[in-house]
């Protein structure tokens, strides 16, 4: 379900028919682990999505493809997998999991939209992960958390030079395998060229300066013991023409140079909470997110870590993996 205020920009959405989820899901029933053989899976897992309708495969395609679609997309009526296990309560995969619908629909997605990769500093660098409450980051912001409100941030992954826009990824996937008990749970998408044309000239002159720097995420390599935060280095959270401006802001915090940046981080995040748009995931959606053209949050719920709890899986993904070629890991390509 959603409920989107006006916006300029528009939440674009693709409904399955139940034809198409059966025959889909059929063929996702049959296919083995894809974290086996990655490419091999990603393979078969095109020539199955290509047998969506025409115009659902072309709003996915051109979702990835153009500068002018909207931030995010929601897929319903996706297959699901017929039974599944405890929700994880670790963050890592379930090691009872029979069937991997899931982990098909995700990939599958995915690779419509780009190249799934990893990152050692983000769950192992795995390409797959398993988002899930856990109790000892309740209150983080990170994807662990339940008890806070997540904010308004891109996905951003640390760059070694100490930059973020060479190494964030481009797109996220969120499939949801199993919705959270009370339905509380609520995903927040505020696209930058709403964001935008909600702020007034002196608030946006500000953020387009480089006057912030974003903490790294909390999985990042720090001293702890210190406290020592890893941070880029200055740069403006608003950048690019005003028709398709990007937008980066770290969940793990961003630190303002000057009082008026602060000022400006603060409005900020409340036109993104005034203009968002909200999204209650449940079993069989898949949210696609622009991760340059917006920001996502999510709202705190209850977490009772009974292995019933809000169980989503989550990849990232970029266009090509050119640029990132001088970090990828000898034993895999696809990790950084």
Known sequence: MIIAPTLTQTFEEVVLDDLTRDTLGARLRAQPNPSTDLDRSLAELHAAFAGLPVEQLQAILDFGRHVDTPGVMLVRNLPCDPELPDTPTDGTPSRDKRTFVAECVLLGLSH????????????????IHDVAPVKTGASTQTNESSKVFLNFHNDIVYDDTGRYDTANPDFLVLNCLRQDADREAVTYYADARDVVRALDPGTLDVLRQPLFRLNAPGSYVRDVASGTEVLSVPIPVIAGPAHAPEISVSANGVRELTPDAGRALARLQTACG???????????????????????????????????????????????????????????????
Request: proline share 4%.
């Open 112 to 127: 419509l939209l780009g190249e799934p990769v990893g990152f050692s500093t983000e769950k192992d660098g795995r390409l």
């Open 274 to 336: 005034e203009i968002a748009h909200r999204v209650w995931l449940e079993p069989g959606n898949a949210l696609l997110i622009n991760n340059r053209k917006g920001l996502h949050a999510r709202s705190e719920f209850a977490a009772r870590h009974d292995g019933r709890d809000r169980w989503l899986q989550r990849t990232y993904i970029r266009r090509s993996l050119w640029n990132l070629r001088h970090r990828a890991s000898a034993d895999d390509p696809r990790v950084h």
